[in-house]
């Protein structure tokens, strides 16, 4: 490829990085129509290599690059986001032509400084947060922030936003074929919010990103490093930065496991940044800040006297008294509640190891060795092959294979042939977002992964059963884990059957199962059909 012209007019220079999605290239706009990016000649080439050459394929890979060229063109506009200079197709690949930033990455930045100071890191923020306001408003997530992706430009000292994970969604999708089922993978670890890594990213998962960012520059501590209180799983960096109160505050609000409790747009952060004095007033004593509760649940005595304490509960729980089960049947204490439970649960001592349980994970590592984003069919073959050796009872690929990932597409669907291999659907919202199992695999051992997500962003329930449909007599689908669970038992003796008291609920050996109501624990109003 190097020292290669490509549409008669770049000139191949040298490759910037490579990877499953496909390869970046520093190129030389040879043309002399470089004057749209009048600093340099020079270019950056990205080629997308689709996986298959078949032509229904290639009719939608190149539907989904025509939609991402029109976002970068019109993202491009913007002074700091590179623009989009060129798109074409050669044979059967892809290539974006984009504008090339002399400067350098902040990831550079932070190993050449231990960490920046107060002033540098709002400065950094204040830098940053009206480009993603602008990307927001054109109804665009970038979903990979991180240090890399931020460049500081040489000629006026301004950060550069880079690399926007939409773009890579379409060289996932154009890699394999798949539309929805790779959303999950686009992302950095330690930079991407737990929502994103569900595939349902929101516009302040970009703030979360920044904020780990942000955290990393104050600290010198990378989020893979960072500690996590247990109870809560919010990261504990405070006490190793040295900063305000405010900015303490701003930068833990950006944080937040949950988006629920984390600041919903660009514009909110930097309203609460021009007030960071103002913050630490309403704050006084540090040492009293719960800095991993959510803003309004965090309270700092001021330590009144015994009669007015009284005086303040007796009011408290008259007002209390007459509106507390109102308000709770209406849903209004079901986040604080959701929350307590939570903690709750994570106070009960851990289970031991399950013996009978072994799950073997696809890392990033893995996926970096094989210079792929989803793992070779003959590699899942060979996976399974060597896992039969053991003799297993029921074994499950929760990955989705409807479209092959070559090589090894024949050896794969032979070694998903035997009755105890379980392969997954996605039903999914709407018929667009639904994705079919392996052609060859028998529907009896065929279950759905699809989860539901509680409106704080947390995942508590499981679904055992799904229409395909909404609709009556509709086809009733069974849950992945329930298909696994069931072929286990069997050796057991133990089957499905109706329950003596409803025959509407399953029963398992001496365990029933009995579907969810909408007021369900601490839940209220909730959609209990999943």
């Known amino acids: 490829m190097l020292g290669t012209r490509l549409a008669n007019r770049y000139h191949i220079l040298r490759s910037l990085g490579s990877g499953g999605f496909g390869k970046t290239y520093l190129a030389r706009d040879d043309t002399g129509t470089a004057a749209q990016t009048p600093t340099s000649p020079l270019c950056v080439v990205k080629q997308l290599k689709p996986a298959s050459g078949d032509s229904d394929f290639l009719k939608v890979a190149r539907r989904l690059f025509e939609t991402e060229v029109k976002t970068l063109k019109k993202l491009g506009k913007h002074d700091r986001i590179p623009q989009l200079l060129d798109s074409f197709e050669d044979g059967a690949d892809f290539y974006l032509v984009q504008e090339f930033i002399e400067g350098t990455p902040l990831s550079r930045e932070l190993k050449q400084r231990d960490r920046f100071d107060e002033s540098d890191v709002i400065a950094l923020l204040e830098d940053v947060l009206p480009l993603l306001k602008i990307v927001h408003d054109n109804h665009v997530i970038h979903r990979d922030i991180k240090p890399s992706n931020l460049i500081r430009r040489h000629s006026d000292g301004r950060l550069v936003l880079i690399d926007f994970g939409a773009v890579k969604e379409i060289r996932t999708q154009i890699l394999s074929g798949q539309e929805t089922t790779l959303t999950v993978g686009i992302g950095t ?22 904020g780990m960012t942000a955290i990393q520059s104050l ?54 940044l021009a007030r960071l004095d103002q913050l630490a007033q309403e704050f006084p004593a540090e040492a009293e800040i719960d800095y991993t509760a959510p803003w309004g649940m965090t309270t700092v005595s001021s330590s009144p006297s015994l009669r007015q304490r009284l ?12 509106l507390a089960i109102g308000i709770r049947q ?29 799950v073997v994970e696809i890392t990033e590592a893995d ?23 053991h ?36 039903i999914g919202d709407t018929p667009e977002e639904t994705i079919p199992p392996p052609e060859a695999v028998d529907p009896e051992r065929v279950g759905f992964n699809d989860f539901v997500v509680d409106p704080d962003g947390v995942i508590r329930r499981s679904l055992l059963f799904s229409a395909a449909e909404n609709r009556a007599g509709s086809e009733v689908l069974h849950g992945f884990s329930l298909r696994l669970a069931q072929k286990y038992l069997e050796t057991e003796g133990i ?36």
């Open 495 to 530: 089957e499905a059957t109706a329950s003596d008291r409803n025959p509407e609920h399953m029963r398992l050996g001496d365990a029933v199962f009995t579907p969810i109501a909408a007021t369900a624990g601490v839940y209220r109003q909730i959609d209990a059909r999943g």
């Open 219 to 272: 600290t010198g501590v990378s989020p893979g490093q960072m500690v996590e209180d247990p109870q809560t799983s919010e990261f504990l960096w405070q006490s190793q930065a040295d900063a305000s109160v405010g900015l303490k505050l701003v930068l833990s609000k950006l944080v937040r496991n949950s988006y629920y409790y984390r600041y919903q747009s660009a514009a909110d952060v930097l309203k609460d």
């Open 330 to 358: 209406v849903g209004g204490f079901q986040a604080i509640e959701l929350r307590v439970q939570d903690a709750l649960v994570r106070l009960q001592p851990s289970p031991d190891v399950d013996p009978r349980l072994l």
């Open 367 to 389: 996926l970096r060795q094989q210079q792929r984003d989803t793992p070779s069919d003959q590699a899942i073959a060979d996976a399974i092959q060597i896992l039969q050796t």
């Open 189 to 210: 670890q330690g930079y991407t919010p737990p929502e994103q890594l569900t595939g349902k990213p929101r516009y302040n998962s970009d703030l979360y990103g920044l």
């Open 391 to 426: 003799a297993p009872r029921a074994i499950g690929l929760d990955l989705h294979r409807e479209i092959s990932q070559p090589p090894g597409h024949e050896a794969l669907m032979q070694t998903l042939q035997p009755d105890n291999t379980f392969t997954i659907t996605k």
């Open 311 to 322: 005086g303040r509960l007796a009011i408290t729980a008259a007002i209390a008294a007459g």
